[in-house]
């Protein structure tokens, strides 16, 4: 089945230390995003990314990077300068043919919390 | 002004009765309208999706929009205690990129 896949599901990260989530897809698509969300709250647009080795900050870039080198594949890092790493962040991927304004698609979604 | 906004709720329905969700948007030049539905400890699904000006409906879904007043909402009738969740709204940003602008949602609950 085609689909986003986002790992791990749950993750802890100590003072100091940088984390990588990882997101997979496997529907094609040729643009991927990374979203932050917070309890009661909106999605925040951290990164996104609409073709290999190439993607652009988004709203809150700040503490985090990403790369993009392969089309099924767009890796999230929380850096140590992220002072707020604890939230739910979400993956999503979408078609770009036909042009601007497609639907996004998500992951499961990684739970961070700081120990 | 926030970009879409989205009455917070919870928006309390009884069960078999139409839900009400609306939404309005600042960014005049969006195109692509999206809901998703998004339950407690879960990612957004998408649910309907609607380009013109009118009506479209899906199932117990229908989705309305107006791009002369900014505003978007979601119909959902005969509505069932499976509805509760939080539904964002989400435009599509003119500038490009395929960006979707999201509300922050509107919490649903019904009640049986």
């Known amino acids: 089945d085609g689909g986003i896949t986002q790992s791990p599901k749950y993750l802890f990260r100590k003072e100091g230390q940088n984390v990588t989530l990882s997101c997979e897809q496997n529907?094609?698509?040729?643009?991927m995003y990374w979203y932050r969300q917070d309890p009661g709250q909106g999605l925040r647009l951290i990164y996104y990314s609409q073709i290999v080795n190439d993607f652009q900050k988004g709203d809150i870039a700040e503490g985090y990077s990403v790369s993009r080198e392969k089309k099924e594949s767009f890796p999230l890092t929380v850096t140590s300068a992220q002072k707020n790493p604890t939230a739910f962040y979400l993956c999503?991927?979408?078609?770009?043919?036909?042009?601007?304004?497609?639907?996004?698609?998500f992951g499961d979604g990684t739970r961070l919390s700081i120990l | 002004q926030k970009e879409v906004e989205q009455n917070s709720g919870p928006l309390s329905v009884p069960e078999g009765a139409i839900a009400s969700l609306n939404c309005t948007y600042s960014d005049r030049g969006s195109q692509s309208f999206f809901w998703y539905r998004q339950y407690s400890g879960k990612s957004p699904e998408l649910i309907m999706s609607i380009y013109s000006n009118g009506d479209k409906e899906d199932g117990r879904f229908t989705a309305q929009l107006n791009k002369a007043s900014q505003y978007v909402s979601l119909l959902i009738r005969d509505s069932q205690p499976s509805d509760s969740a939080t539904y964002l709204c989400a435009p599509s940003f003119s500038g490009g990129y395929n960006k979707l602008i999201f509300g922050a949602g509107t919490r649903l609950a019904v009640h049986p």
């Open positions: 999503a991927s979408s078609n770009l043919a036909g042009g601007s304004g497609q639907p996004q698609h």
């Open positions: 529907l094609n698509h040729d643009a």
